[in-house]
C-alpha cells in the first residue's frame, strides 16, 4: 500500500530523488526519419510537449503525423535533473513521461496536434492511464508560447464539453509553460519503430473533439 500511495503521489523539493549533472546521451537522428533529435532546429518551427501516458505509443502518434519535424521521448514536469528511467517510475522525481514535438506550423497547426492529443487518450484519470498507474502516467499540455498556452486551456474546454456529452467525468490534464525536458535514454528513443510488436498502452475515449463547440 506503501508503495501505490507514493507512486500516486508527487514528492516535494525534500523527498525528491537528487538526480545528476550529466545529460542523457541520445542518438543524434530521429530513428524515423533521420532529422536531428536535438536543437538547434531549422528556423520556423515551433515546440510543445505532450504527456498521454506511456511515452512509447504517444511519440508514434506524433511523429506519423504530416507536419512533425522531429519527436523525442522524455521527462519533464518534475524535480530530478536528468532522471533515469527507473527513478521516474519509482515515483520520487514528481517527472511525467512526455514527448517533445517539434513541428511546422505552415504544414500541421497546434490545433491539430491539440485534437490528436485530446481523441488520442484519456484525460480524465488522473495519475493513470489505462493499466498503467504512476505519477508519470498523467495527463499534461506544456507550452513554449503564451499563445499556445492559451489554445491550450481553450482547447480543454471544448473537449470537456465533448466528453461531458459522452458521460465522461472531468478532465485532469494539467496546463502550464514548459519545463525543462529531459530526454530519455536512447532505446526509449521512436521505441515502436524499433519494435513494431511493443507494448502501446495508448487509447482514446471515442470522443471526437469538435472545436466548433464552445462554452459559454
Request: hydrophobic share 35%.
Given at each position: ?135 508519470q502516467y498523467r495527463s499534461g499540455i506544456y507550452t513554449s508560447s503564451q499563445e499556445h498556452l492559451a489554445l491550450a486551456e481553450d482547447s ?30 536512447h532505446y526509449h528513443q521512436q521505441y515502436l519503430a524499433k519494435v513494431p510488436n511493443g507494448y502501446c ?16
Amino acid at each position: 500500500m506503501g508503495l501505490f500511495t507514493k507512486k500516486m503521489t508527487l514528492p516535494g523539493a525534500d523527498t525528491a530523488l537528487p538526480g545528476r549533472n550529466e545529460e542523457m546521451p541520445v542518438p543524434e537522428c530521429h530513428f524515423v526519419n533521420g532529422n536531428p533529435m536535438k536543437p538547434t532546429f531549422p528556423q520556423g518551427l515551433e515546440q510543445v510537449i505532450f504527456g498521454m501516458g506511456c511515452f512509447w505509443g504517444a511519440e508514434r502518434r506524433f511523429w506519423e503525423q504530416n507536419g512533425v519535424y522531429v519527436t523525442a521521448a522524455g521527462y519533464a514536469g518534475g524535480i530530478t535533473p536528468n532522471p533515469t528511467y527507473e527513478e521516474v517510475c519509482s515515483g520520487m522525481t514528481g517527472h511525467n513521461e512526455v514527448v517533445l514535438v517539434v513541428f511546422d506550423p505552415n504544414v500541421v497547426t497546434f490545433d491539430a496536434l491539440l485534437a490528436l492529443f485530446w481523441e488520442s487518450h484519456d484525460p480524465t484519470q488522473g495519475m493513470r492511464q489505462g493499466n498503467d498507474v504512476g505519477t508519470q502516467y498523467r495527463s499534461g499540455i506544456y507550452t513554449s508560447s503564451q499563445e499556445h498556452l492559451a489554445l491550450a486551456e481553450d482547447s480543454l474546454a471544448v473537449f470537456q464539453n465533448n466528453l461531458r456529452e459522452g458521460g465522461y467525468p472531468e478532465i485532469t490534464t494539467e496546463i502550464y509553460g514548459a519545463p525543462e525536458f529531459y530526454y530519455a535514454e536512447h532505446y526509449h528513443q521512436q521505441y515502436l519503430a524499433k519494435v513494431p510488436n511493443g507494448y502501446c498502452g495508448l487509447g482514446g475515449t471515442g470522443v471526437c473533439y469538435k472545436p466548433e463547440v464552445t462554452t459559454n
